[in-house]
């Protein structure tokens, strides 16, 4: 018996079918704290009226499926592409399908643009509820950039519909300081990305689902190592990206923070859905942007504002150039996306503050909080 899931973004919308209720479950839990994610009733055939007026998923577990789209890519003329940190083999049809297959994964995928329907088979049931739920989103994020939407690289936090943009490179703090915002009692809207556009009413900000990696040791000083760790071996299930080193050092209460060969530090993965069950924060779908933070965290130096905080540059506008782990294979984005400059222009009205933290969660929390409260009362 097919079951569906529809999720719904503003002026995007995408319905999952699937099979397997476990996979559009997935995809209900995934999205449902940010874009109104709801189980509806499938129809007798896929592609029926279910999708209308939006993009059409199938995902599902079809070991035969799987093995056509394989032998198929094979025969076809493709290329080799690394897509979600796995080698992908790549396939573009005369007639404008696009063919995909990743051997390490048991994935496999077809997509047709001229009907909007992309179709995931695989041998295993989280492999496909994962990949559905990424793309998924990239569908949603093809048709918001389609409707005038841009991408910014941000946290975002809000109070009373107001919301304060966290800005800065890998390290720089826009967790941190999301985290620590919604621990005072601010609403978070995404810890790394939101949407965005300029509209009537201001900068309309929608968030961006996706899984957030939290380390040890800012979990341990803001007090949720424990809460997490108690919930980890009851059974809680983490976000499948988790490292299992990482659940290993969970599961015995090591706090020590671990490292890759590339020096990258592993983290604690968290579902949408858990920065609430777990971390206690409460979550927002929508608001309009009125400030700018620039943090910048520097372990010895005493939490305080900063000198005047630089302007936004490319860095801090999201484009398909600066994706790495997830190119546009499918080519569901628009081939040219839309000019940033009146985005641009109205951000750079936007108060704004720089601020220098530290690795003590009460000292920083408290700078923060107060600042926040200064920039979203202009």
Not at 1 to 10: E, K, N
């Amino acid at each position: 018996m097919l079951s569906a899931t529809r999720i719904h973004a503003d002026e995007a919308t995408v319905t999952v079918v699937s099979d397997s209720k476990a996979i559009t479950d997935w995809a209900l839990r995934y999205f449902g704290s940010w874009w109104n994610a709801t189980a509806v009733n499938a129809p007798a055939e896929p592609g029926g009226s279910i999708a209308e007026g939006g993009a059409l998923l199938l995902a599902d577990v079809d070991s035969d499926r799987l093995t056509d789209i394989e032998t198929l890519v094979g025969d076809y003329e493709h290329d080799e592409v690394d897509y979600a940190n796995t080698r992908t083999l790549l396939a573009r049809h005369e007639d404008g399908a696009i063919y995909a297959s990743q051997a390490a994964e048991r994935l496999a995928y077809q997509y047709d643009p001229a009907a909007g329907r992309l179709v995931i088979v695989g041998a295993h049931a989280e492999p496909v509820a994962v990949a559905a739920s990424r793309l998924a989103r990239e569908l949603i994020r093809g048709q918001l950039l389609r409707a005038g939407f841009h991408i910014l690289h941000a946290s975002c936090v809000v109070r009373d519909g107001r919301a304060l943009l966290t800005f800065g490179p890998k390290g720089a703090g826009k967790t941190t300081s999301a985290l620590l915002l919604a621990r005072s009692g601010f609403e978070l809207l995404a810890n790394d990305r939101v949407f965005i556009r300029p509209e009537d009413e201001g900068l309309r900000i929608l968030p961006w689902p996706s899984a957030a990696a939290i380390g040890f040791g800012l979990l341990d000083s803001t007090g949720l190592y424990e809460p997490l760790r108690a919930r980890v071996l009851i059974g809680e299930q983490m976000h499948p990206t988790q490292d299992q080193r990482v659940t290993d050092a969970l599961n015995a209460g090591s706090k020590t923070p671990i490292w890759n060969a590339k020096g990258k530090e592993l983290k604690p993965q968290f579902f949408p859905d858990q920065l609430s069950s777990i971390l206690r924060m409460t979550l927002t779908t929508q608001a309009h942007a009125t400030a700018l933070l620039f943090p910048q965290v520097d372990k010895d130096a005493e939490p305080q504002a900063a000198p005047a905080p630089r302007a936004l540059g490319e860095e801090d506008f999201f484009t398909g150039k600066t994706e790495d782990r997830y190119p546009d294979i499918f080519r569901l984005a628009p081939d040219k996306a839309g000019p940033t400059t009146d985005l641009a222009d109205c951000l750079a009205l936007l108060p704004r503050r720089a601020l220098v933290l530290n690795h003590d969660s009460n000292t920083s929390a408290e700078l923060l909080a107060k600042t926040a409260e200064e920039l979203l009362s202009v």
